[in-house]
Nanobody, 120 residues
Framework: QVQLVESGGGLVQAGGSLRLSCAAS????????MGWYRQAPGKQRELVAA???????NYADSVKGRFTLARDNAKNTTYLQMNNLKSEDTAVYYC??????????????WGQGTQVTVSS
């Protein structure tokens, strides 16, 4: 079993910054893709940013130039640096990881979610 533990959400004023962290632990052989999604009230969950191992990061158009995703493969951790936050960034942010366990089985995992609220 694998756990994704998120941290770093909170309340911030428009124009401010937050940094989210997500650490994966447990029965991990390799992590193929790691990223962040968000879900605002009344809306569907959407991709924010995701980065495959050895690949380039894919960002939603709405966050390009403001958000930066980083991966620390040695720590099985991903970070989302969010700058110049806007009220429309308010949502629950979820970490996602595609992981192969030591037996070779592929699984898709989600974190519990962390609330980001941007006040205008």
């Amino acid at each position: 079993q694998v756990q994704l533990v998120e941290s770093g959400g909170g309340l911030v004023q428009a124009g401010g910054s937050l940094r989210l962290s997500c650490a994966a632990s447990g029965s991990i052989f390799s992590i193929h893709n790691m990223g962040w999604y968000r879900q605002a009230p009344g809306k569907q969950r959407e991709l924010v940013a995701a980065k495959p191992s050895g690949g380039s990061t894919n960002y939603a158009d709405s966050v390009k130039g403001r958000f930066t995703l980083a991966r620390d493969n040695a720590k099985n951790t991903t970070y989302l640096q969010m700058n110049n936050l806007k009220s429309e960034d308010t949502a629950v942010y979820y970490c996602n990881a595609a992981i192969t366990d030591p037996r070779g089985s592929w699984h898709d995992y989600w974190g519990q979610g962390t609330q980001v609220t941007v006040s205008s």
